[in-house]
């Protein structure tokens, strides 16, 4: 056996986005695509030699083969110790746990998400450091730049591995240990929360219903749910990982998560529904007759953790991305708590987190985590609802409408056009930036603006510059439109829209929301000519 250098040259376009490299599975199963990327990675890191990388993804189409490819890299450029999960799975919050429990150098993220999976649909990879975040702009940048002008990469001729087994293998001096995807981190989670308190709760009749949507929280939310809570079986559904996700498509939105959102507003309701994503960083909140939006559960969450064990200190701070409403802002004003706006990107909250200025982060995109990794994740945020219900006793709907007679209301939407044509989407974004600076102090439909500008981040604790991270048009009246491009998407582009209206305590909380919202989603139709210039009517998934 032996380490073979490859002759290689660049493929265009693999530029790392919001979270790694996306692209469509054909595009990643051309011989050298996945090769290049992994070596253009491993070329912008230094100082691994002999050192531990993790590898495990969320079990999408291609997923094995990927990760074989990645465990013969990293032999033949040098690691000491590849942590794989059983299977090839590890869900992306597990893997964060699995790299900073280990003291790893890093990992590799096989994941494309909430995006569909199977032989048209979408892969992933992106490389996550030794505090188990995902790398930070100036490594990703370092890989782009490598990915460009790559001429050869590493690799030995070894075989497979057997990834279903648990156990050691050697590949060329580097030892690969398969592990246990689950025990670690169940082993965390357990120490964060009053599982007792839970069970006991389950043991009363609580109801609950979690769909894994076929993707990888299924192993995860049977050992969790059902085996060290009690949660009656059945309570985990979809819970088989499946390459292609059974056909559908793992976002725990209120399109694709229909049925559990049905369910949840039926007669027949249990208490408590949630789901996670792909590869289970996001998290569906749904209670009997109330969904809870991302923003409201980031700021419920941060009002109530002191519940949980893990977290009954209190919080040092909060963190939300730019597009998430102003919800938490209110909590953390009244808690005495700092808040940090950062633009959209997990890696964002690495530094606020490292640097123990927050506990508590979240995003509008259905991410809310802690500093107890440092991914989002989809099964924590479901364990901490779970411990405040079990502490407060009441049901979802009450705990939410107490919130609001105490915070007030963020109304709050999301409008999506997705598939876009590129050209026509960048034009809008371009066009609505050049017209900001005269937008401020004009009244559109009673709203004037009071700010509108293209969001800059300094981040405090490495003094960097994240520029153009959406456009921001604010209203006197605190009401808001937000927009901008995804950076996830990888057909055409992705538009997003997010329009928000503050409802003070003591106004009226229970309007329909897209009724409440009518006029600012009008005004941001108006403004960005959506329909004129896309051809599109409506949005494609409104959240
Ligand atoms: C990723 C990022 C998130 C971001 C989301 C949506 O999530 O980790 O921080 O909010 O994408 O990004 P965009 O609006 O650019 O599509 P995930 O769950 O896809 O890894």
């Given at each position: 056996m032996t380490i073979l250098t490859v002759e290689t040259t660049p493929f265009e376009g693999q530029k790392p986005g919001t979270s790694g490299l996306r692209k469509q599975v054909p595009v990643f199963r051309q011989p050298r695509y996945a090769e290049n990327y992994i070596q253009s990675i491993f070329d912008a890191l230094e100082g691994f030699a002999g050192k531990t990388l993790v590898i495990g993804g969320d079990g999408r189409y291609?997923?094995?083969?990927?990760?074989?490819?990645?465990?013969r890299m990293a032999s033949a450029n040098g690691f000491g110790h590849v942590l794989v999960g059983q299977g090839g799975i590890l869900s992306t919050p597990a893997a964060s746990h699995v790299i900073r429990h280990n003291k790893a150098f890093g990992g590799l993220v096989l994941s494309a998400s909430h995006n569909p999976g199977g032989p048209d649909g979408d892969f992933g990879l992106k490389y996550n450091?030794?505090?188990?975040?995902?790398?930070?702009?100036?490594?990703t940048d370092a890989v782009f730049a490598r990915t460009r002008?790559?001429?050869?990469?590493?690799?030995?001729?070894?075989?497979?591995?057997?990834?279903?087994?648990?156990?050691?293998?050697?590949?060329?001096?580097?030892?690969?240990?398969?592990?246990?995807?689950?025990?670690d981190y169940a082993d965390l989670?357990?120490?964060?929360?009053?599982?007792?308190?839970?069970?006991?709760?389950?043991?009363?009749?609580?109801?609950?219903?979690?769909?894994?949507?076929?993707?990888?929280?299924?192993?995860?939310?049977?050992?969790?749910?059902?085996?060290?809570?009690?949660?009656?079986?059945?309570?985990?559904?979809?819970?088989?990982?499946?390459?292609?996700?059974?056909?559908?498509?793992p976002d725990p939105n209120l399109v694709h998560a229909k049925g559990l959102y049905d369910l949840l507003m039926s007669d027949d309701a249990p208490d408590f529904g949630a789901a996670s994503d792909g590869d289970g960083d996001r998290n569906l909140i749904i209670g009997r007759g109330q969904f809870v939006t991302?923003?409201?559960?980031?700021?419920?969450?941060?009002?109530?953790?002191?519940?949980?064990?893990?977290?009954?200190?209190?919080?040092?701070?909060?963190?939300r991305s730019m597009p998430t409403s102003a919800a938490a802002d209110r909590v953390a004003e009244k808690m005495g708590l700092a808040i940090y706006e950062t633009p959209t990107g997990w890696k964002f909250f690495g530094n606020l987190l490292d640097a123990g200025r927050v506990t508590i982060c979240g995003e509008e995109s259905a991410g809310t985590g802690s500093n107890h990794v440092r991914e989002k994740d989809g099964l924590w945020a479901v364990l901490l609802w779970l411990n405040i219900l079990a502490v407060r006793k009441q049901?979802?709907?009450?705990?939410?409408?107490?919130?609001?007679?105490?915070?007030?209301?963020?109304?709050?939407?999301?409008?999506?056009?997705e598939e876009v044509e590129t050209g026509a989407a960048n034009k809008l974004v371009e066009d609505l930036h050049a017209r900001l600076p005269n937008l401020i102090g004009q009244e559109f439909g009673g709203y004037t603006v009071a700010y509108a500008d293209d969001f800059t981040y300094h981040d405090p604790v490495d003094g960097s510059v994240a520029t153009n991270q959406?456009?921001?048009i604010g209203f006197a009246d605190g009401s808001r439109i937000v927009v901008r491009l995804s950076g996830t998407g990888t057909v055409g582009a992705t538009l997003r829209f997010y329009v928000e209206r503050y409802e003070p305590a003591g106004g009226n909380h229970f309007e329909e929301t897209q009724k409440a919202l009518a006029p600012l989603i009008a005004i941001a139709a108006t403004l960005t000519g959506i329909a004129e210039r896309t051809g599109?009517?409506?949005?494609?998934?409104?959240?």
């Open positions: 291609h997923n094995d083969a990927v990760i074989q490819t990645a465990i450091a030794s505090n188990g975040g995902p790398a930070t702009e100036k490594i002008t790559i001429a050869r990469y590493k690799i030995t001729d070894t075989p497979d591995i057997d990834l279903g087994a648990r156990g050691e293998t050697m590949v060329e001096g580097m030892t690969v240990t398969v592990i246990d995807a689950v025990a989670m357990q120490s964060l929360f009053d599982f007792d308190a839970i069970r006991a709760m389950f043991k009363s009749g609580f109801r609950m219903r979690f769909d894994a949507m076929h993707a990888v929280t299924g192993p995860y939310a049977r050992r969790i749910l059902e085996g060290m809570l009690g949660a009656p079986e059945g309570t985990v559904v979809n819970g088989v990982p499946l390459p292609d996700f059974g056909g559908g498509h991302p923003s409201d559960s980031l700021a419920l969450l941060a009002a109530n953790a002191h519940l949980a064990p893990g977290y009954a200190g209190g919080l040092s701070g909060i963190a049901s979802v709907r009450d705990i939410v409408a107490e919130h609001w007679r105490t915070y007030g209301r963020s109304y709050y939407t999301r409008h999506d056009y959406g456009l921001r599109r009517d409506a949005p494609t998934v409104i959240t």
